[in-house]
């Protein structure tokens, strides 16, 4: 039975607006510029350049309402006259004012050369191999990670030889074309399959003396011992002193535990980061600018402007008129929103920048992480009037230019924890004091949780064992026992 009812709801829903906004406020400088690039591509009312009124500093005035781009757009519609009669063109230039128009980043080509696994490749040229053997050798090197180390098992690419090389071969046979072929290339230790193997086969690649012969009988059948820092059982169990172990340790240091990561020609893309912002000290005051000097200048483009001109001046307007100047002021809305979206989206940043800086001002003055205010999310959101998602899309992913180097923004946000004093201290300001005594601590006997505990405790700082752990962690400082020195 059919039953007619009505109900009340209530619903918040973004406009298209606002989530391209959002968007643009999450993206960091570098995704931003491409952000651009891509929208100047799609939409051909957007021209970048140097604009005839230089209005780069006024703000545009929407003169649509933000249900008019949810609707289905009519020629007959659009009233041309309210398009040629706004005489301040929309314009947006992201370029800093304190630089020239032709004053542009440039950035490092890098230059081409042999990658780490071409170089590998190279050298199967100077083995004499049949062609299954070569086959085999040539699978073995594309099977080696950027480290260098060949983290299969030998079983599952001797599986994947018959599937996709069509070679048939054994397991013994593999093992003996990656100890008499690929263990023998350089970097030495590349083809290994573990950490261990790596140091052995670099071990055994130089002259034997009474040392190293120790070393590789220590890693041979001790590796776990060694790698856990049980030195005294290490020492009983070979009869050494306290000398040969140490020697056996800077022996061990000597080694490269990556050998693919070293190699001279290895062509990563190098990434750089670009700050978003940048913090300055001049004349004892901290001063914030905006990073866009390479983004281009944004208006709208004259000759769509001369296109509605022109129609608007033809006595006959035909079909296909109509039609051309509503696809006109699709791109021209989508323009003006972009534009607009643009400036929101640097007068955004620049207010959350802003009262991160103020907050935080002792810090940026001085640099001393120690000078760190405990700081929240919702405490910058409250000082400026925004969301909590808002900072956040401001705060993550982007970068501040300080006097003190590079920093992620986020990193300036920290929870609080109260001294003996009951004063709010950051969390940050906790870990940077014990860091500091860790590093100062006697390596021959390291100190544990509970007595990091106990000196953070005398210091002021009463925290738990557990939060030491979580903190050190967080600072990846490895336990007590593997800081252990001899």
């Known amino acids: 039975?059919?039953?007619?009812?009505?109900?009340?709801?209530?619903?918040?829903?973004?406009?298209?607006?606002?989530?391209?906004?959002?968007?643009?406020?999450?993206?960091?400088?570098?995704?931003?510029?491409?952000?651009?690039?891509?929208?100047i591509e799609e939409n051909p009312a957007l021209d970048t350049g140097k604009d005839n009124t230089d209005s780069s500093d006024?703000?545009?005035?929407?003169?649509?309402?933000?249900?008019?781009?949810?609707?289905?757009?009519?020629?007959?519609?659009?009233?041309?006259?309210?398009?040629?009669?706004?005489?301040?063109?929309?314009?947006?230039?992201?370029?800093?004012?304190?630089?020239?128009?032709?004053?542009?980043?440039?950035?490092?080509?890098?230059?081409?050369?042999?990658?780490?696994?071409?170089s590998l490749t190279n050298q199967l040229n100077t083995f004499r191999m049949t062609e299954e053997e070569r086959l085999i050798a040539e699978f073995l090197v594309g099977s080696i990670d950027d480290s260098g180390y060949i983290r299969r098992e030998l079983v599952d690419l001797v599986d994947d030889l018959a599937f996709t090389q069509n070679v048939f071969t054994t397991e013994q046979k593999v093992t003996e074309m990656l100890t008499k072929v690929v263990h023998k290339m350089d970097p030495i230790g590349v083809g290994a399959r573990n950490l261990k193997e790596c140091l052995i086969i670099q071990l055994k690649s130089k002259p034997l003396e009474k040392i190293r012969s120790l070393t590789i009988n220590i890693l041979e059948n001790s590796f776990d011992l060694f790698v856990k820092k049980h030195y005294a059982k290490l020492m009983e169990r070979y009869s050494i002193s306290e000398e040969d172990l140490k020697a056996v340790i800077k022996e061990v240091e000597k080694l490269n535990p990556k050998p693919g990561s070293s190699y001279a020609g290895n062509n990563k893309i190098a990434e750089q980061i670009v700050p978003d912002f940048s913090i300055r000290?001049?004349?004892?005051?901290?001063?914030?600018?905006?990073?866009?000097?390479?983004?281009?200048?944004?208006?709208?483009?004259?000759?769509?402007?001369?296109?509605?001109?022109?129609?608007?001046?033809?006595?006959?307007?035909?079909?296909?008129?109509?039609?051309?100047?509503?696809?006109?002021?699709?791109?021209?809305?989508?323009?003006?929103?972009?534009?607009?979206?643009?400036?929101?989206?640097?007068?955004?940043?620049?207010?959350?920048?802003?009262?991160?800086?103020?907050?935080?001002?002792?810090?940026?003055?001085?640099?001393?992480?120690?000078?760190?205010?405990?700081?929240?999310?919702?405490?910058?959101?409250?000082?400026?009037?925004?969301?909590?998602?808002?900072?956040?899309?401001?705060?993550?992913?982007?970068?501040?230019?300080?006097?003190?180097?590079?920093?992620?923004?986020?990193?300036?946000?920290?929870?609080?924890?109260?001294?003996?004093?009951?004063?709010?201290?950051?969390?940050?300001?906790?870990?940077?004091?014990?860091?500091?005594?860790i590093k100062n601590e006697d390596k021959r006997k390291p100190l544990t949780d509970d007595k990091l505990a106990a000196v953070l405790k005398e210091k002021g700082y009463p925290i738990a064992r557990r939060t030491i752990a979580k903190y050190r962690e967080q600072l990846d400082i490895p336990v007590a026992r593997l800081r252990k020195e001899i």
């Open 58 to 118: 006024d703000d545009f005035q929407n003169e649509y309402d933000d249900d008019n781009g949810n609707e289905k757009i009519d020629a007959e519609d659009i009233n041309i006259d309210e398009y040629l009669s706004d005489d301040e063109v929309p314009s947006y230039k992201t370029q800093a004012n304190n630089y020239s128009s032709d004053d542009e980043d440039r950035t490092m080509p890098y230059a081409a050369g042999t990658s780490f696994h071409q």
């Open 281 to 437: 000290i001049i004349d004892g005051e901290l001063d914030l600018t905006l990073n866009a000097r390479n983004a281009p200048e944004l208006h709208i483009s004259r000759d769509y402007s001369n296109m509605l001109k022109g129609y608007q001046e033809s006595k006959e307007k035909s079909k296909s008129q109509k039609e051309a100047v509503g696809f006109i002021k699709q791109k021209l809305d989508a323009a003006k929103w972009f534009i607009d979206a643009i400036i929101q989206r640097q007068q955004t940043l620049m207010i959350t920048m802003s009262a991160i800086m103020h907050y935080q001002y002792d810090y940026f003055l001085t640099g001393d992480d120690r000078k760190l205010k405990p700081m929240i999310l919702k405490d910058i959101a409250d000082t400026i009037n925004m969301d909590i998602s808002t900072v956040s899309r401001v705060a993550n992913s982007k970068y501040v230019s300080t006097p003190y180097g590079t920093k992620l923004i986020k990193e300036f946000f920290s929870e609080s924890m109260k001294n003996d004093q009951g004063e709010d201290v950051s969390t940050r300001e906790i870990k940077t004091i014990l860091e500091t005594v």
């Open 1 to 39: 039975m059919l039953k007619q009812s009505l109900n009340f709801k209530l619903l918040q829903k973004l406009s298209p607006q606002q989530i391209q906004l959002m968007k643009l406020i999450q993206l960091p400088t570098q995704a931003f510029e491409e952000r651009l690039k891509q929208e």
